[in-house]
């Protein structure tokens, strides 16, 4: 099979999978469901805190994208752990570099797109209920914050797809990825911010501040994340080569 023939088997059956689109479609869900929720409650007391980052602040809601993000990498691979799907697919794709790289493509090019979307909505909508303290995509870092924020959720996806490759499950890529990100970091990062830049959501979401701390600056933590997401990517590609179906 060519490449695009794969790519597209590949993309439709990520799009018949309910779990799969249904992950993609909650990142943008969440994000704006927490945005609305949060923003016309505190988001004005929150805003007006002396030393509070208007950049940062205005990305909150992606703090729970990234949960649907992180679960929308994970169950397009984990279909293939299923019933012997994997040796179906290799069957109609002998190529396994090819078909990886297509399953991957077919998470990383739609996590980017909704990724952007989810991002610039969450700042625009949110800022419609700041008043006075709202602020525009010319403020200093936002653009930078709004675009790095869909990079960083596609970027989760890819890692949560790598590593469910790894486990070859998407429940065990779940049960690691979900309360790292939601606890260990933020214990790690109390007990040493040193190694806490250097997690892949902590460096992440440097992009997202306004004037971030630390020596890695915001795109340096960006790359940091995207450095997690290669390896897991690598330690897939080397899992899908090596292993039996």
Known sequence: MSTTAVLRSEWIKMRSLRSAAGSLIAVLVVTLAITLLVFPTVGVSEASHTG???????FYALNFGQIAAISFGATVLS???????????????????????????VVGAPALAVGLVS?????????LFLGKYAIDLGE???????????????????????????????????????PFVLIVSFVVGDASSGVAQFLPDRAGQLVLQQNPEGSLGPWGGLAVTAAWAVAALLAGWWAVRRRDA
Do not use: H, W
């Open 119 to 127: 991002s610039f909505s969450t700042f625009l909508l949110g800022q």
């Open 140 to 178: 200093p870092g936002a653009l930078r914050a709004a675009f790095g924020g869909g990079v960083y959720l596609a970027l989760m996806a890819l890692l949560a797809a790598g590593l469910t490759v790894v486990l070859r499950s998407a429940v065990a890529a779940l049960s690691l990825l979900i």
């Open 79 to 105: 279909c293939e752990y299923l019933n012997g799907a994997l040796r179906i697919s290799l069957a109609a794709v002998p190529r396994r570099n090819l078909l990886y790289a297509a399953k991957m493509a």
């Open 52 to 58: 509070a980052d208007p950049v940062f602040g205005a």
